[in-house]
């Protein structure tokens, strides 16, 4: 990805938190500072770094912000302890790292979890990506489509219901026996799809490390530690797709585990260690050499049936939504807007793999140098993320141009143009 693309990705914790937010006020603003200081401060020995910096409390109905620190260009104004202003409309919110006004930010969106170790858990998880940059691990949101297809999908369900077993394992020797299994489907998963360990090791890497951290700094014990794995599984196999999720389930739950043998693992791997042969040797399990045979065999332990049975369905219902979208952004008339400076905002939890003309988003929000775009219903990001697709345009007004479930407010300079039976941007 060039390096003018500034990618955010929603912060998926916010989904095994739904219902359960806390109220906006200043005082609540500083305790959220101290809270997540004071662990950082505890923990500093998980990284050697503090992982306690600038943050940015967002919320995205009012874009009214709240610092803990002043900004670099002094926009900020402050009230005691705290700093607040308004964030630009051309900043996409998120959960994510951001640079802005002279500050690299940890940015979260405000009303915070009311758990307070869901809340410590967030507000560290992306904290860890203001400070990643600097540990060596680059940001990296790799595709991983093939999360997408039965097959795929089939067998990560199978490893997390292998893990969720470790996790609720009461002695040794069972947890053990569980992460062989666990490590049999992922890499058996591996086998089928090219480059596919690559690809989910990119996103384990960025993601599963940084919701890693947040699980330790969060100090649950036990009992609330094996809740929140177990919880959090369950609740993201609900979700529509896998491709940028699974990283938030798998490596927090390995690297917990291990965690209780080794409080310095994670200082031990680097941007280009692969996470699943370096859990497979540091737990010292011997994967079977037949992985198809072996996973298979294993499969009815973790209600393989049911799950080839739900994906089955899935998979013929997937079908029918993919025809529906290439019809509608490939084969009928559509709008088409390159990108030139883009900063993009997502929702990773429902995103479509569209064969290999790229990857549907039901809801997402793009700023660049032509303009914003707000899409509710559908758009399709091209392979190489160069460009985006949407239905063509109903109505103009002025600057302001608007289809099925998009909008696009077009910057000075930037006017639409139809060619042939499609539209596209064009400069004045």
């Known amino acids: 990805m060039k390096q003018t693309v500034w990618l955010i990705v929603f912060s998926l914790f916010m989904q095994s938190v739904k219902g359960q937010k806390q109220e906006i006020s200043n005082d609540s603003i500083s305790i959220f500072f101290d809270e997540i200081k004071t662990a950082s401060q505890k923990n500093t020995g998980l990284w050697n770094k503090d992982l306690y910096g600038p943050i940015l409390l967002v919320d995205p109905k009012t874009k009214e912000l709240f610092a803990n620190e002043a900004d670099a260009e002094g926009e900020l104004k402050r009230s005691g302890n705290i700093y607040s202003g308004i964030l630009p409309g051309k900043i996409n919110i998120a959960n ?11 940015m979260i969106m405000l009303p915070l979890p009311k758990n307070k170790q869901n809340r410590i858990n967030l507000l560290a998880h992306e904290s860890f990506h203001s400070i990643q940059p600097a540990l060596g691990f680059t940001l990296n949101n790799a595709e991983n489509n093939h999360l997408d297809q ?19 394992a009461s002695s ?14 992922r890499k058996y998963r591996h ?11 990119l996103l384990e890497l960025n993601e599963g490390m940084a919701e890693f951290t947040g699980v330790i700094v969060s100090d649950r014990d036990k009992k609330q530690a094996t809740t929140f ?44 260690t692969d996470l699943t042969d370096y859990f497979i040797k540091t737990f010292n399990r011997k994967i079977p050499g037949d992985l198809k045979r072996s996973a298979e065999n294993l499969s009815d332990r973790y209600n393989g049936k ?32 390159k990108f030139e400076k883009m900063n993009v905002s997502f929702d990773p939890r429902n995103i479509i793999p569209i064969e290999d003309k790229g990857t549907v988003y039901p809801n997402i929000r793009v700023t660049d ?60």
């Open 96 to 106: 994510t790292a951001i640079n802005w006004n002279g500050k690299r930010w940890a």
């Open 150 to 168: 039965k097959e795929g999908r089939i067998y990560l369900r199978l490893e997390l219901e292998a893990l969720k077993k470790a996790i609720l």
């Open 172 to 185: 040794e020797k069972e947890m053990q026996k569980q992460l062989t299994h666990a490590f049999t489907f």
């Open 191 to 201: 086998s089928l799809y090219k480059n596919s360990a690559a690809t989910e090791n």
């Open 229 to 272: 794995f177990i919880n959090g599984i369950d609740d993201f196999l609900k979700n529509p797709t896998f491709v940028r999720s699974f990283a938030y389930h798998t490596i927090p739950a390995y690297g917990y585990l291990l965690y209780h043998k080794d409080k310095n693992w994670n200082q031990k791997i680097t941007a280009k």
């Open 306 to 337: 049911e799950i080839v049975r739900e994906e089955t369905e899935r998979e013929e219902k997937t079908k029918r939504l993919i025809a529906e979208y290439k019809l509608k952004f490939i084969d009928q008339p559509h709008f088409e807007l």
């Open 369 to 428: 140098k032509w303009g914003i775009l707000t899409v509710e219903n559908g758009a399709l990001m091209s392979p190489n993320w160069d460009k985006i697709t949407i239905s063509g345009p109903i109505k103009t007004d002025g600057k302001k141009i608007s289809g099925d479930g998009w909008v696009l407010e077009l910057t000075d300079g930037y006017a639409v143009e139809k060619d042939d039976l499609n539209y596209k941007l064009i400069k004045n």
